[in-house]
C-alpha cells in the first residue's frame, strides 16, 4: 500500500499522457471510422458530400483537442510529481 501511494499518481499520469498521444495520433483514423458509421447508422448511406466531409472534418477536430486537453493534462500533472517526488528525495538526503 506504500508503494501504490508513493507511486500511483505517477504511474496514472503516464497512463493519462499516453492515452492522449494515442488520441492524437489516432485521430484521423478514428474521426474517419466516426463519420462513416454516423454515415452508415444515422443517414442510411446516403448523405451530401459537401455535409460529409465537413462532418469528417469535425470528429477529427475533436479527436485531436480531445488529445490534446488529455494529454497537457496528464503532462502537467507528471511534471508537477516529478518535481514533488525530487523534492521528497532531496528531503531525505539531508
Not at 23 to 39: K, R
Amino acid at each position: 500500500m506504500k508503494y501504490f501511494k508513493k507511486y500511483g499518481f505517477g504511474v496514472f499520469t503516464i497512463v493519462l499522457t499516453a492515452i492522449g498521444f494515442l488520441l492524437i495520433i489516432n485521430g484521423v483514423e478514428n474521426g474517419l471510422d466516426s463519420a462513416n458509421d454516423y454515415l452508415t447508422i444515422k443517414m442510411d448511406g446516403s448523405m451530401g458530400t459537401d455535409s460529409f466531409l465537413v462532418m469528417m472534418k469535425g470528429y477529427i477536430l475533436s479527436n485531436f483537442i480531445a488529445g490534446g486537453i488529455i494529454l497537457s493534462v496528464g503532462l502537467s500533472c507528471f511534471c508537477m510529481y516529478l518535481y514533488k517526488f525530487i523534492k521528497e528525495m532531496d528531503l531525505g538526503n539531508e
